[in-house]
């Protein structure tokens, strides 16, 4: 029964929002699911299969490497992010709070991984496995909908970058993280009651279990993954008629120069792509990370809903249980999408963990670039009084903040 406990355990905290595990399956101690529904007929149907196994061998073996190298580098990359010049960049918070939200989801991995390896059981503490459980479910779904709130920002900086200087500030984003961290402490502290002291689910709240498992889906996998889809196809159609445009001006410079050689035409730069790439990779890579194991989870939960049984097939379980692992990936290689991407998240970091000095010429911060479109766009439109009236993102964020 203990390791029964310990191998629920780690298996309800890698298949977290979405697969309905609370009331769906339990974990024996040799591996192998089963329905928890109708216990008596339990038959074991996944452990013959050799690439099932072989599967679950990788899992076992990749999984505290995803673990270790996302927490030192989700780590360091929310230091980062909280230093200056960084730290006034639009979704800096974001980034940091979801740093630290992804590294209390895969320390909720790694422990059972720990436990479970070296036979410490963990489950025998008392209120260990359903905490882990609990943190597990809400930093899953902070994670996901950080990815949203910075996805939408960077929708904002595209489409509006007046309205983006409204929201985009210390005060909004600070207010919407902290409403975040609470509703997920509120809507997960359900887990605490349904579970069991061996993380069996409480057969006397079936009904309750279900639909906290249907609105979890619905929170964390529904309705994120249609959101960023949407948001990062307009993102994507904005941003190459941005190009368009630029691709015109620069043959119209062409022009003018061969025409009257002595004239001088000023560069058009955008200052916005490079603002608005790096976030657009973070929110690409969540998703295609993501994806894979969301749709597989969707047709399993939809399934099981429609039949009122489980009906996970052997193929089906081994492609979950692929499609885990890159699932685990997008909370641990965040900090190589920061490096790779982000020229300014490098200097920084840099500066801050290997004593590079920042070149004056280098200083120029996101909040800065989005500045430009900003006063760029007042020129263009200056007929328009509303437009008049604008003024930098920074600086109206800093005075609101300041008021507030």
């Not at 390791?3 to 024996?28: K, P, R, W």
């Not at 993280?177 to 057969?203: E, H």
């Not at 609105?215 to 190459?240: E, F, G, N, R």
């Not at 399934?303 to 692929?322: E, L, P, Y």
Request: aromatic content about 10%; charged content about 15%; proline content about 4%.
């Amino acid at each position: 029964m203990i390791q029964m406990a310990d191998d629920y355990l780690a298996h309800l905290a890698g298949n977290i929002n979405g697969l309905s595990d609370l009331n769906q399956t339990i974990i024996q101690g040799d591996g192998c699911v089963n329905s928890s529904i109708n216990q008596s007929s339990e038959i074991p149907f996944f452990m013959d299969d050799p690439i099932y196994q072989a599967t679950l061998k990788v899992e076992k073996y990749t999984l505290p490497v995803i673990c270790v190298f996302g927490l030192l580098g989700n780590t360091l990359s929310s230091i980062t992010f909280l230093k200056l010049p960084l730290r006034r960049a639009p979704c800096s918070l974001y980034l940091a709070v979801r740093g630290f939200s992804d590294n209390g989801f895969l320390l909720s991995l790694l422990l059972p991984w720990i436990s479970s390896t070296f036979d410490l059981h963990l489950s025998q503490v008392k209120g260990v496995c359903q905490t882990i459980i609990f943190i597990s479910y809400v930093c899953g779904c902070v994670s996901v909908w950080l990815c949203v709130f910075i996805t939408f920002e960077n929708f904002l900086l595209i489409h509006n970058p007046f309205t983006a200087g409204k929201v985009c500030c210390d005060c909004i984003s600070k207010l919407s993280t902290v409403l975040l961290v609470l509703f997920a402490l509120a809507l997960y502290s359900i887990s605490l009651r349904i579970m069991n002291g061996d993380c069996s689910p409480n057969q006397d709240l079936t009904e309750l279990t279900q639909i906290f498992v249907y609105t979890d889906s619905l929170l964390t996998l529904v309705i994120p993954t249609v959101v960023i889809s949407v948001l990062m196809a307009v993102i994507a159609y904005k941003v190459i008629h941005i190009l368009q445009i630029r691709k015109i001006h620069s043959k119209l410079s062409k022009v003018i120069i061969r025409d009257n050689p002595s004239a001088t035409v000023q560069k058009r730069i955008l200052p916005i792509a490079k603002v608005t790439r790096m976030l657009f990779v973070v929110s690409f890579v969540f998703f295609a990370l993501n994806v894979p194991s969301h749709v597989v989870r969707l047709r399993i939960l939809i399934g099981t809903f429609t039949k009122g049984h489980s009906t996970t097939s052997v193929t089906m379980a081994t492609i979950q249980s692929a499609f885990q692992i890159l699932y685990y990936l997008s909370f641990s290689i965040n900090v190589i999408v920061y490096a790779t991407f982000g020229s300014n998240f490098r200097l920084v970091f840099r500066k801050i963990f290997c004593g590079y000095v920042l070149p004056t010429t280098s200083s120029q911060v996101q909040t800065e670039a989005i500045n430009l479109v900003v006063q760029r766009r007042r020129r263009s439109m200056t007929e328009n009084p509303s437009c008049a009236e604008a003024r930098p993102i920074v600086s109206e964020c800093d005075r609101s903040c300041h008021k507030s």
